[in-house]
């Protein structure tokens, strides 16, 4: 079987673009997805996403992560398949799209594309100072001193596979910020179970925490991860974080034929 593909990356979050309006792709097949995205034996991403046919809207938005399952909503993964189908003319400049959490819209420049997350109606104290949300995906969210010398990987799997966010799992996250209001954070992510270069719902996650508690006044937010700098932007109305916006760079990287 010969599946033609698209490789794009957002801030360094990287997956594999399937075309699959035909539905030639057999997506519950879970070790081919998980071959066509490790690193060393297949193309080499954090995970794979199908573009479909939608009865009502632009399209549909189907993602898995890099373990071959089908997942909950990946913010960077939404703005590559924004890019993804712009390039293939599906869309214009402005689209409604569906996925696993529900519609989005996203709007798309040469630059950089926004897409429009969930509101989000909780922000939940947890011990030791953390915080939980959900942004499409559950996020955990520590505040640290020097996020560039935490041992993210072995307190991401500590806390991923913890009684605290047992049966499904969570995403983590830990971030830094500074007097001046410099955010840099990092995220172990699920599905990959190792840290990523960028998460955007994790950023998404970060940011409206941080507003939560007072350490951000701004309504746009400005994020470094790993792979580049995003923007999250939104209003607070009646204690619920509305028009909340992920914005950032979604590059093709390269495309070819997986046999």
């Given at each position: ?194 840290e990523t270069l960028s998460c955007g719902t994790g950023t998404t996650a970060v940011a409206l925490i941080l507003h939560h508690l ?46």
């Amino acid at each position: 079987m010969k599946i033609p593909f698209c490789k794009y990356q957002g801030t360094g979050n990287d997956f594999v673009m399937i075309d699959n309006r035909t539905e030639f792709f057999p997506k519950y097949n879970r070790q081919l997805i998980e071959k066509m995205c490790h690193r060393r034996f297949g193309i080499g991403a954090d995970g794979l996403i199908l573009l479909e046919n939608d009865p009502e809207y632009d399209f549909k938005m189907v993602y898995f992560n890099s373990d071959g399952n089908e997942s909950t909503m990946c913010g960077n993964g939404g703005r590559c398949i924004v890019r993804f189908a712009h390039d293939l003319g599906v869309i214009s400049e402005q689209t409604i799209f569906n996925a696993v959490d529900g519609l989005h819209k996203a709007t798309v420049t040469p630059e950089t594309i926004s897409l429009q997350m969930i509101d989000v109606h909780e922000i939940k104290a947890q011990p030791e100072d953390c915080w939980f949300t959900n942004t499409g995906s559950p996020h955990h969210v520590k505040i640290v001193d020097n996020v560039q010398n935490f041992p993210i990987f072995d307190y991401g799997k500590q806390v991923r596979y913890s009684d605290l966010y047992a049966p499904g799992g969570t995403n983590v996250n830990v971030v830094s910020i500074d007097e001046n209001q410099n955010i840099s954070l990092r995220t172990y992510e699920r599905g990959v179970e190792d840290e990523t270069l960028s998460c955007g719902t994790g950023t998404t996650a970060v940011a409206l925490i941080l507003h939560h508690l007072g350490k951000v006044t701004d309504n746009k937010v400005k994020l470094e991860v790993l792979g580049g700098t995003l923007w999250v932007s939104f209003q607070l109305e009646n204690r619920v974080y509305k028009n909340v916006y992920l914005e950032g760079a979604a590059t093709k990287v390269f495309e070819g034929v997986f046999k």
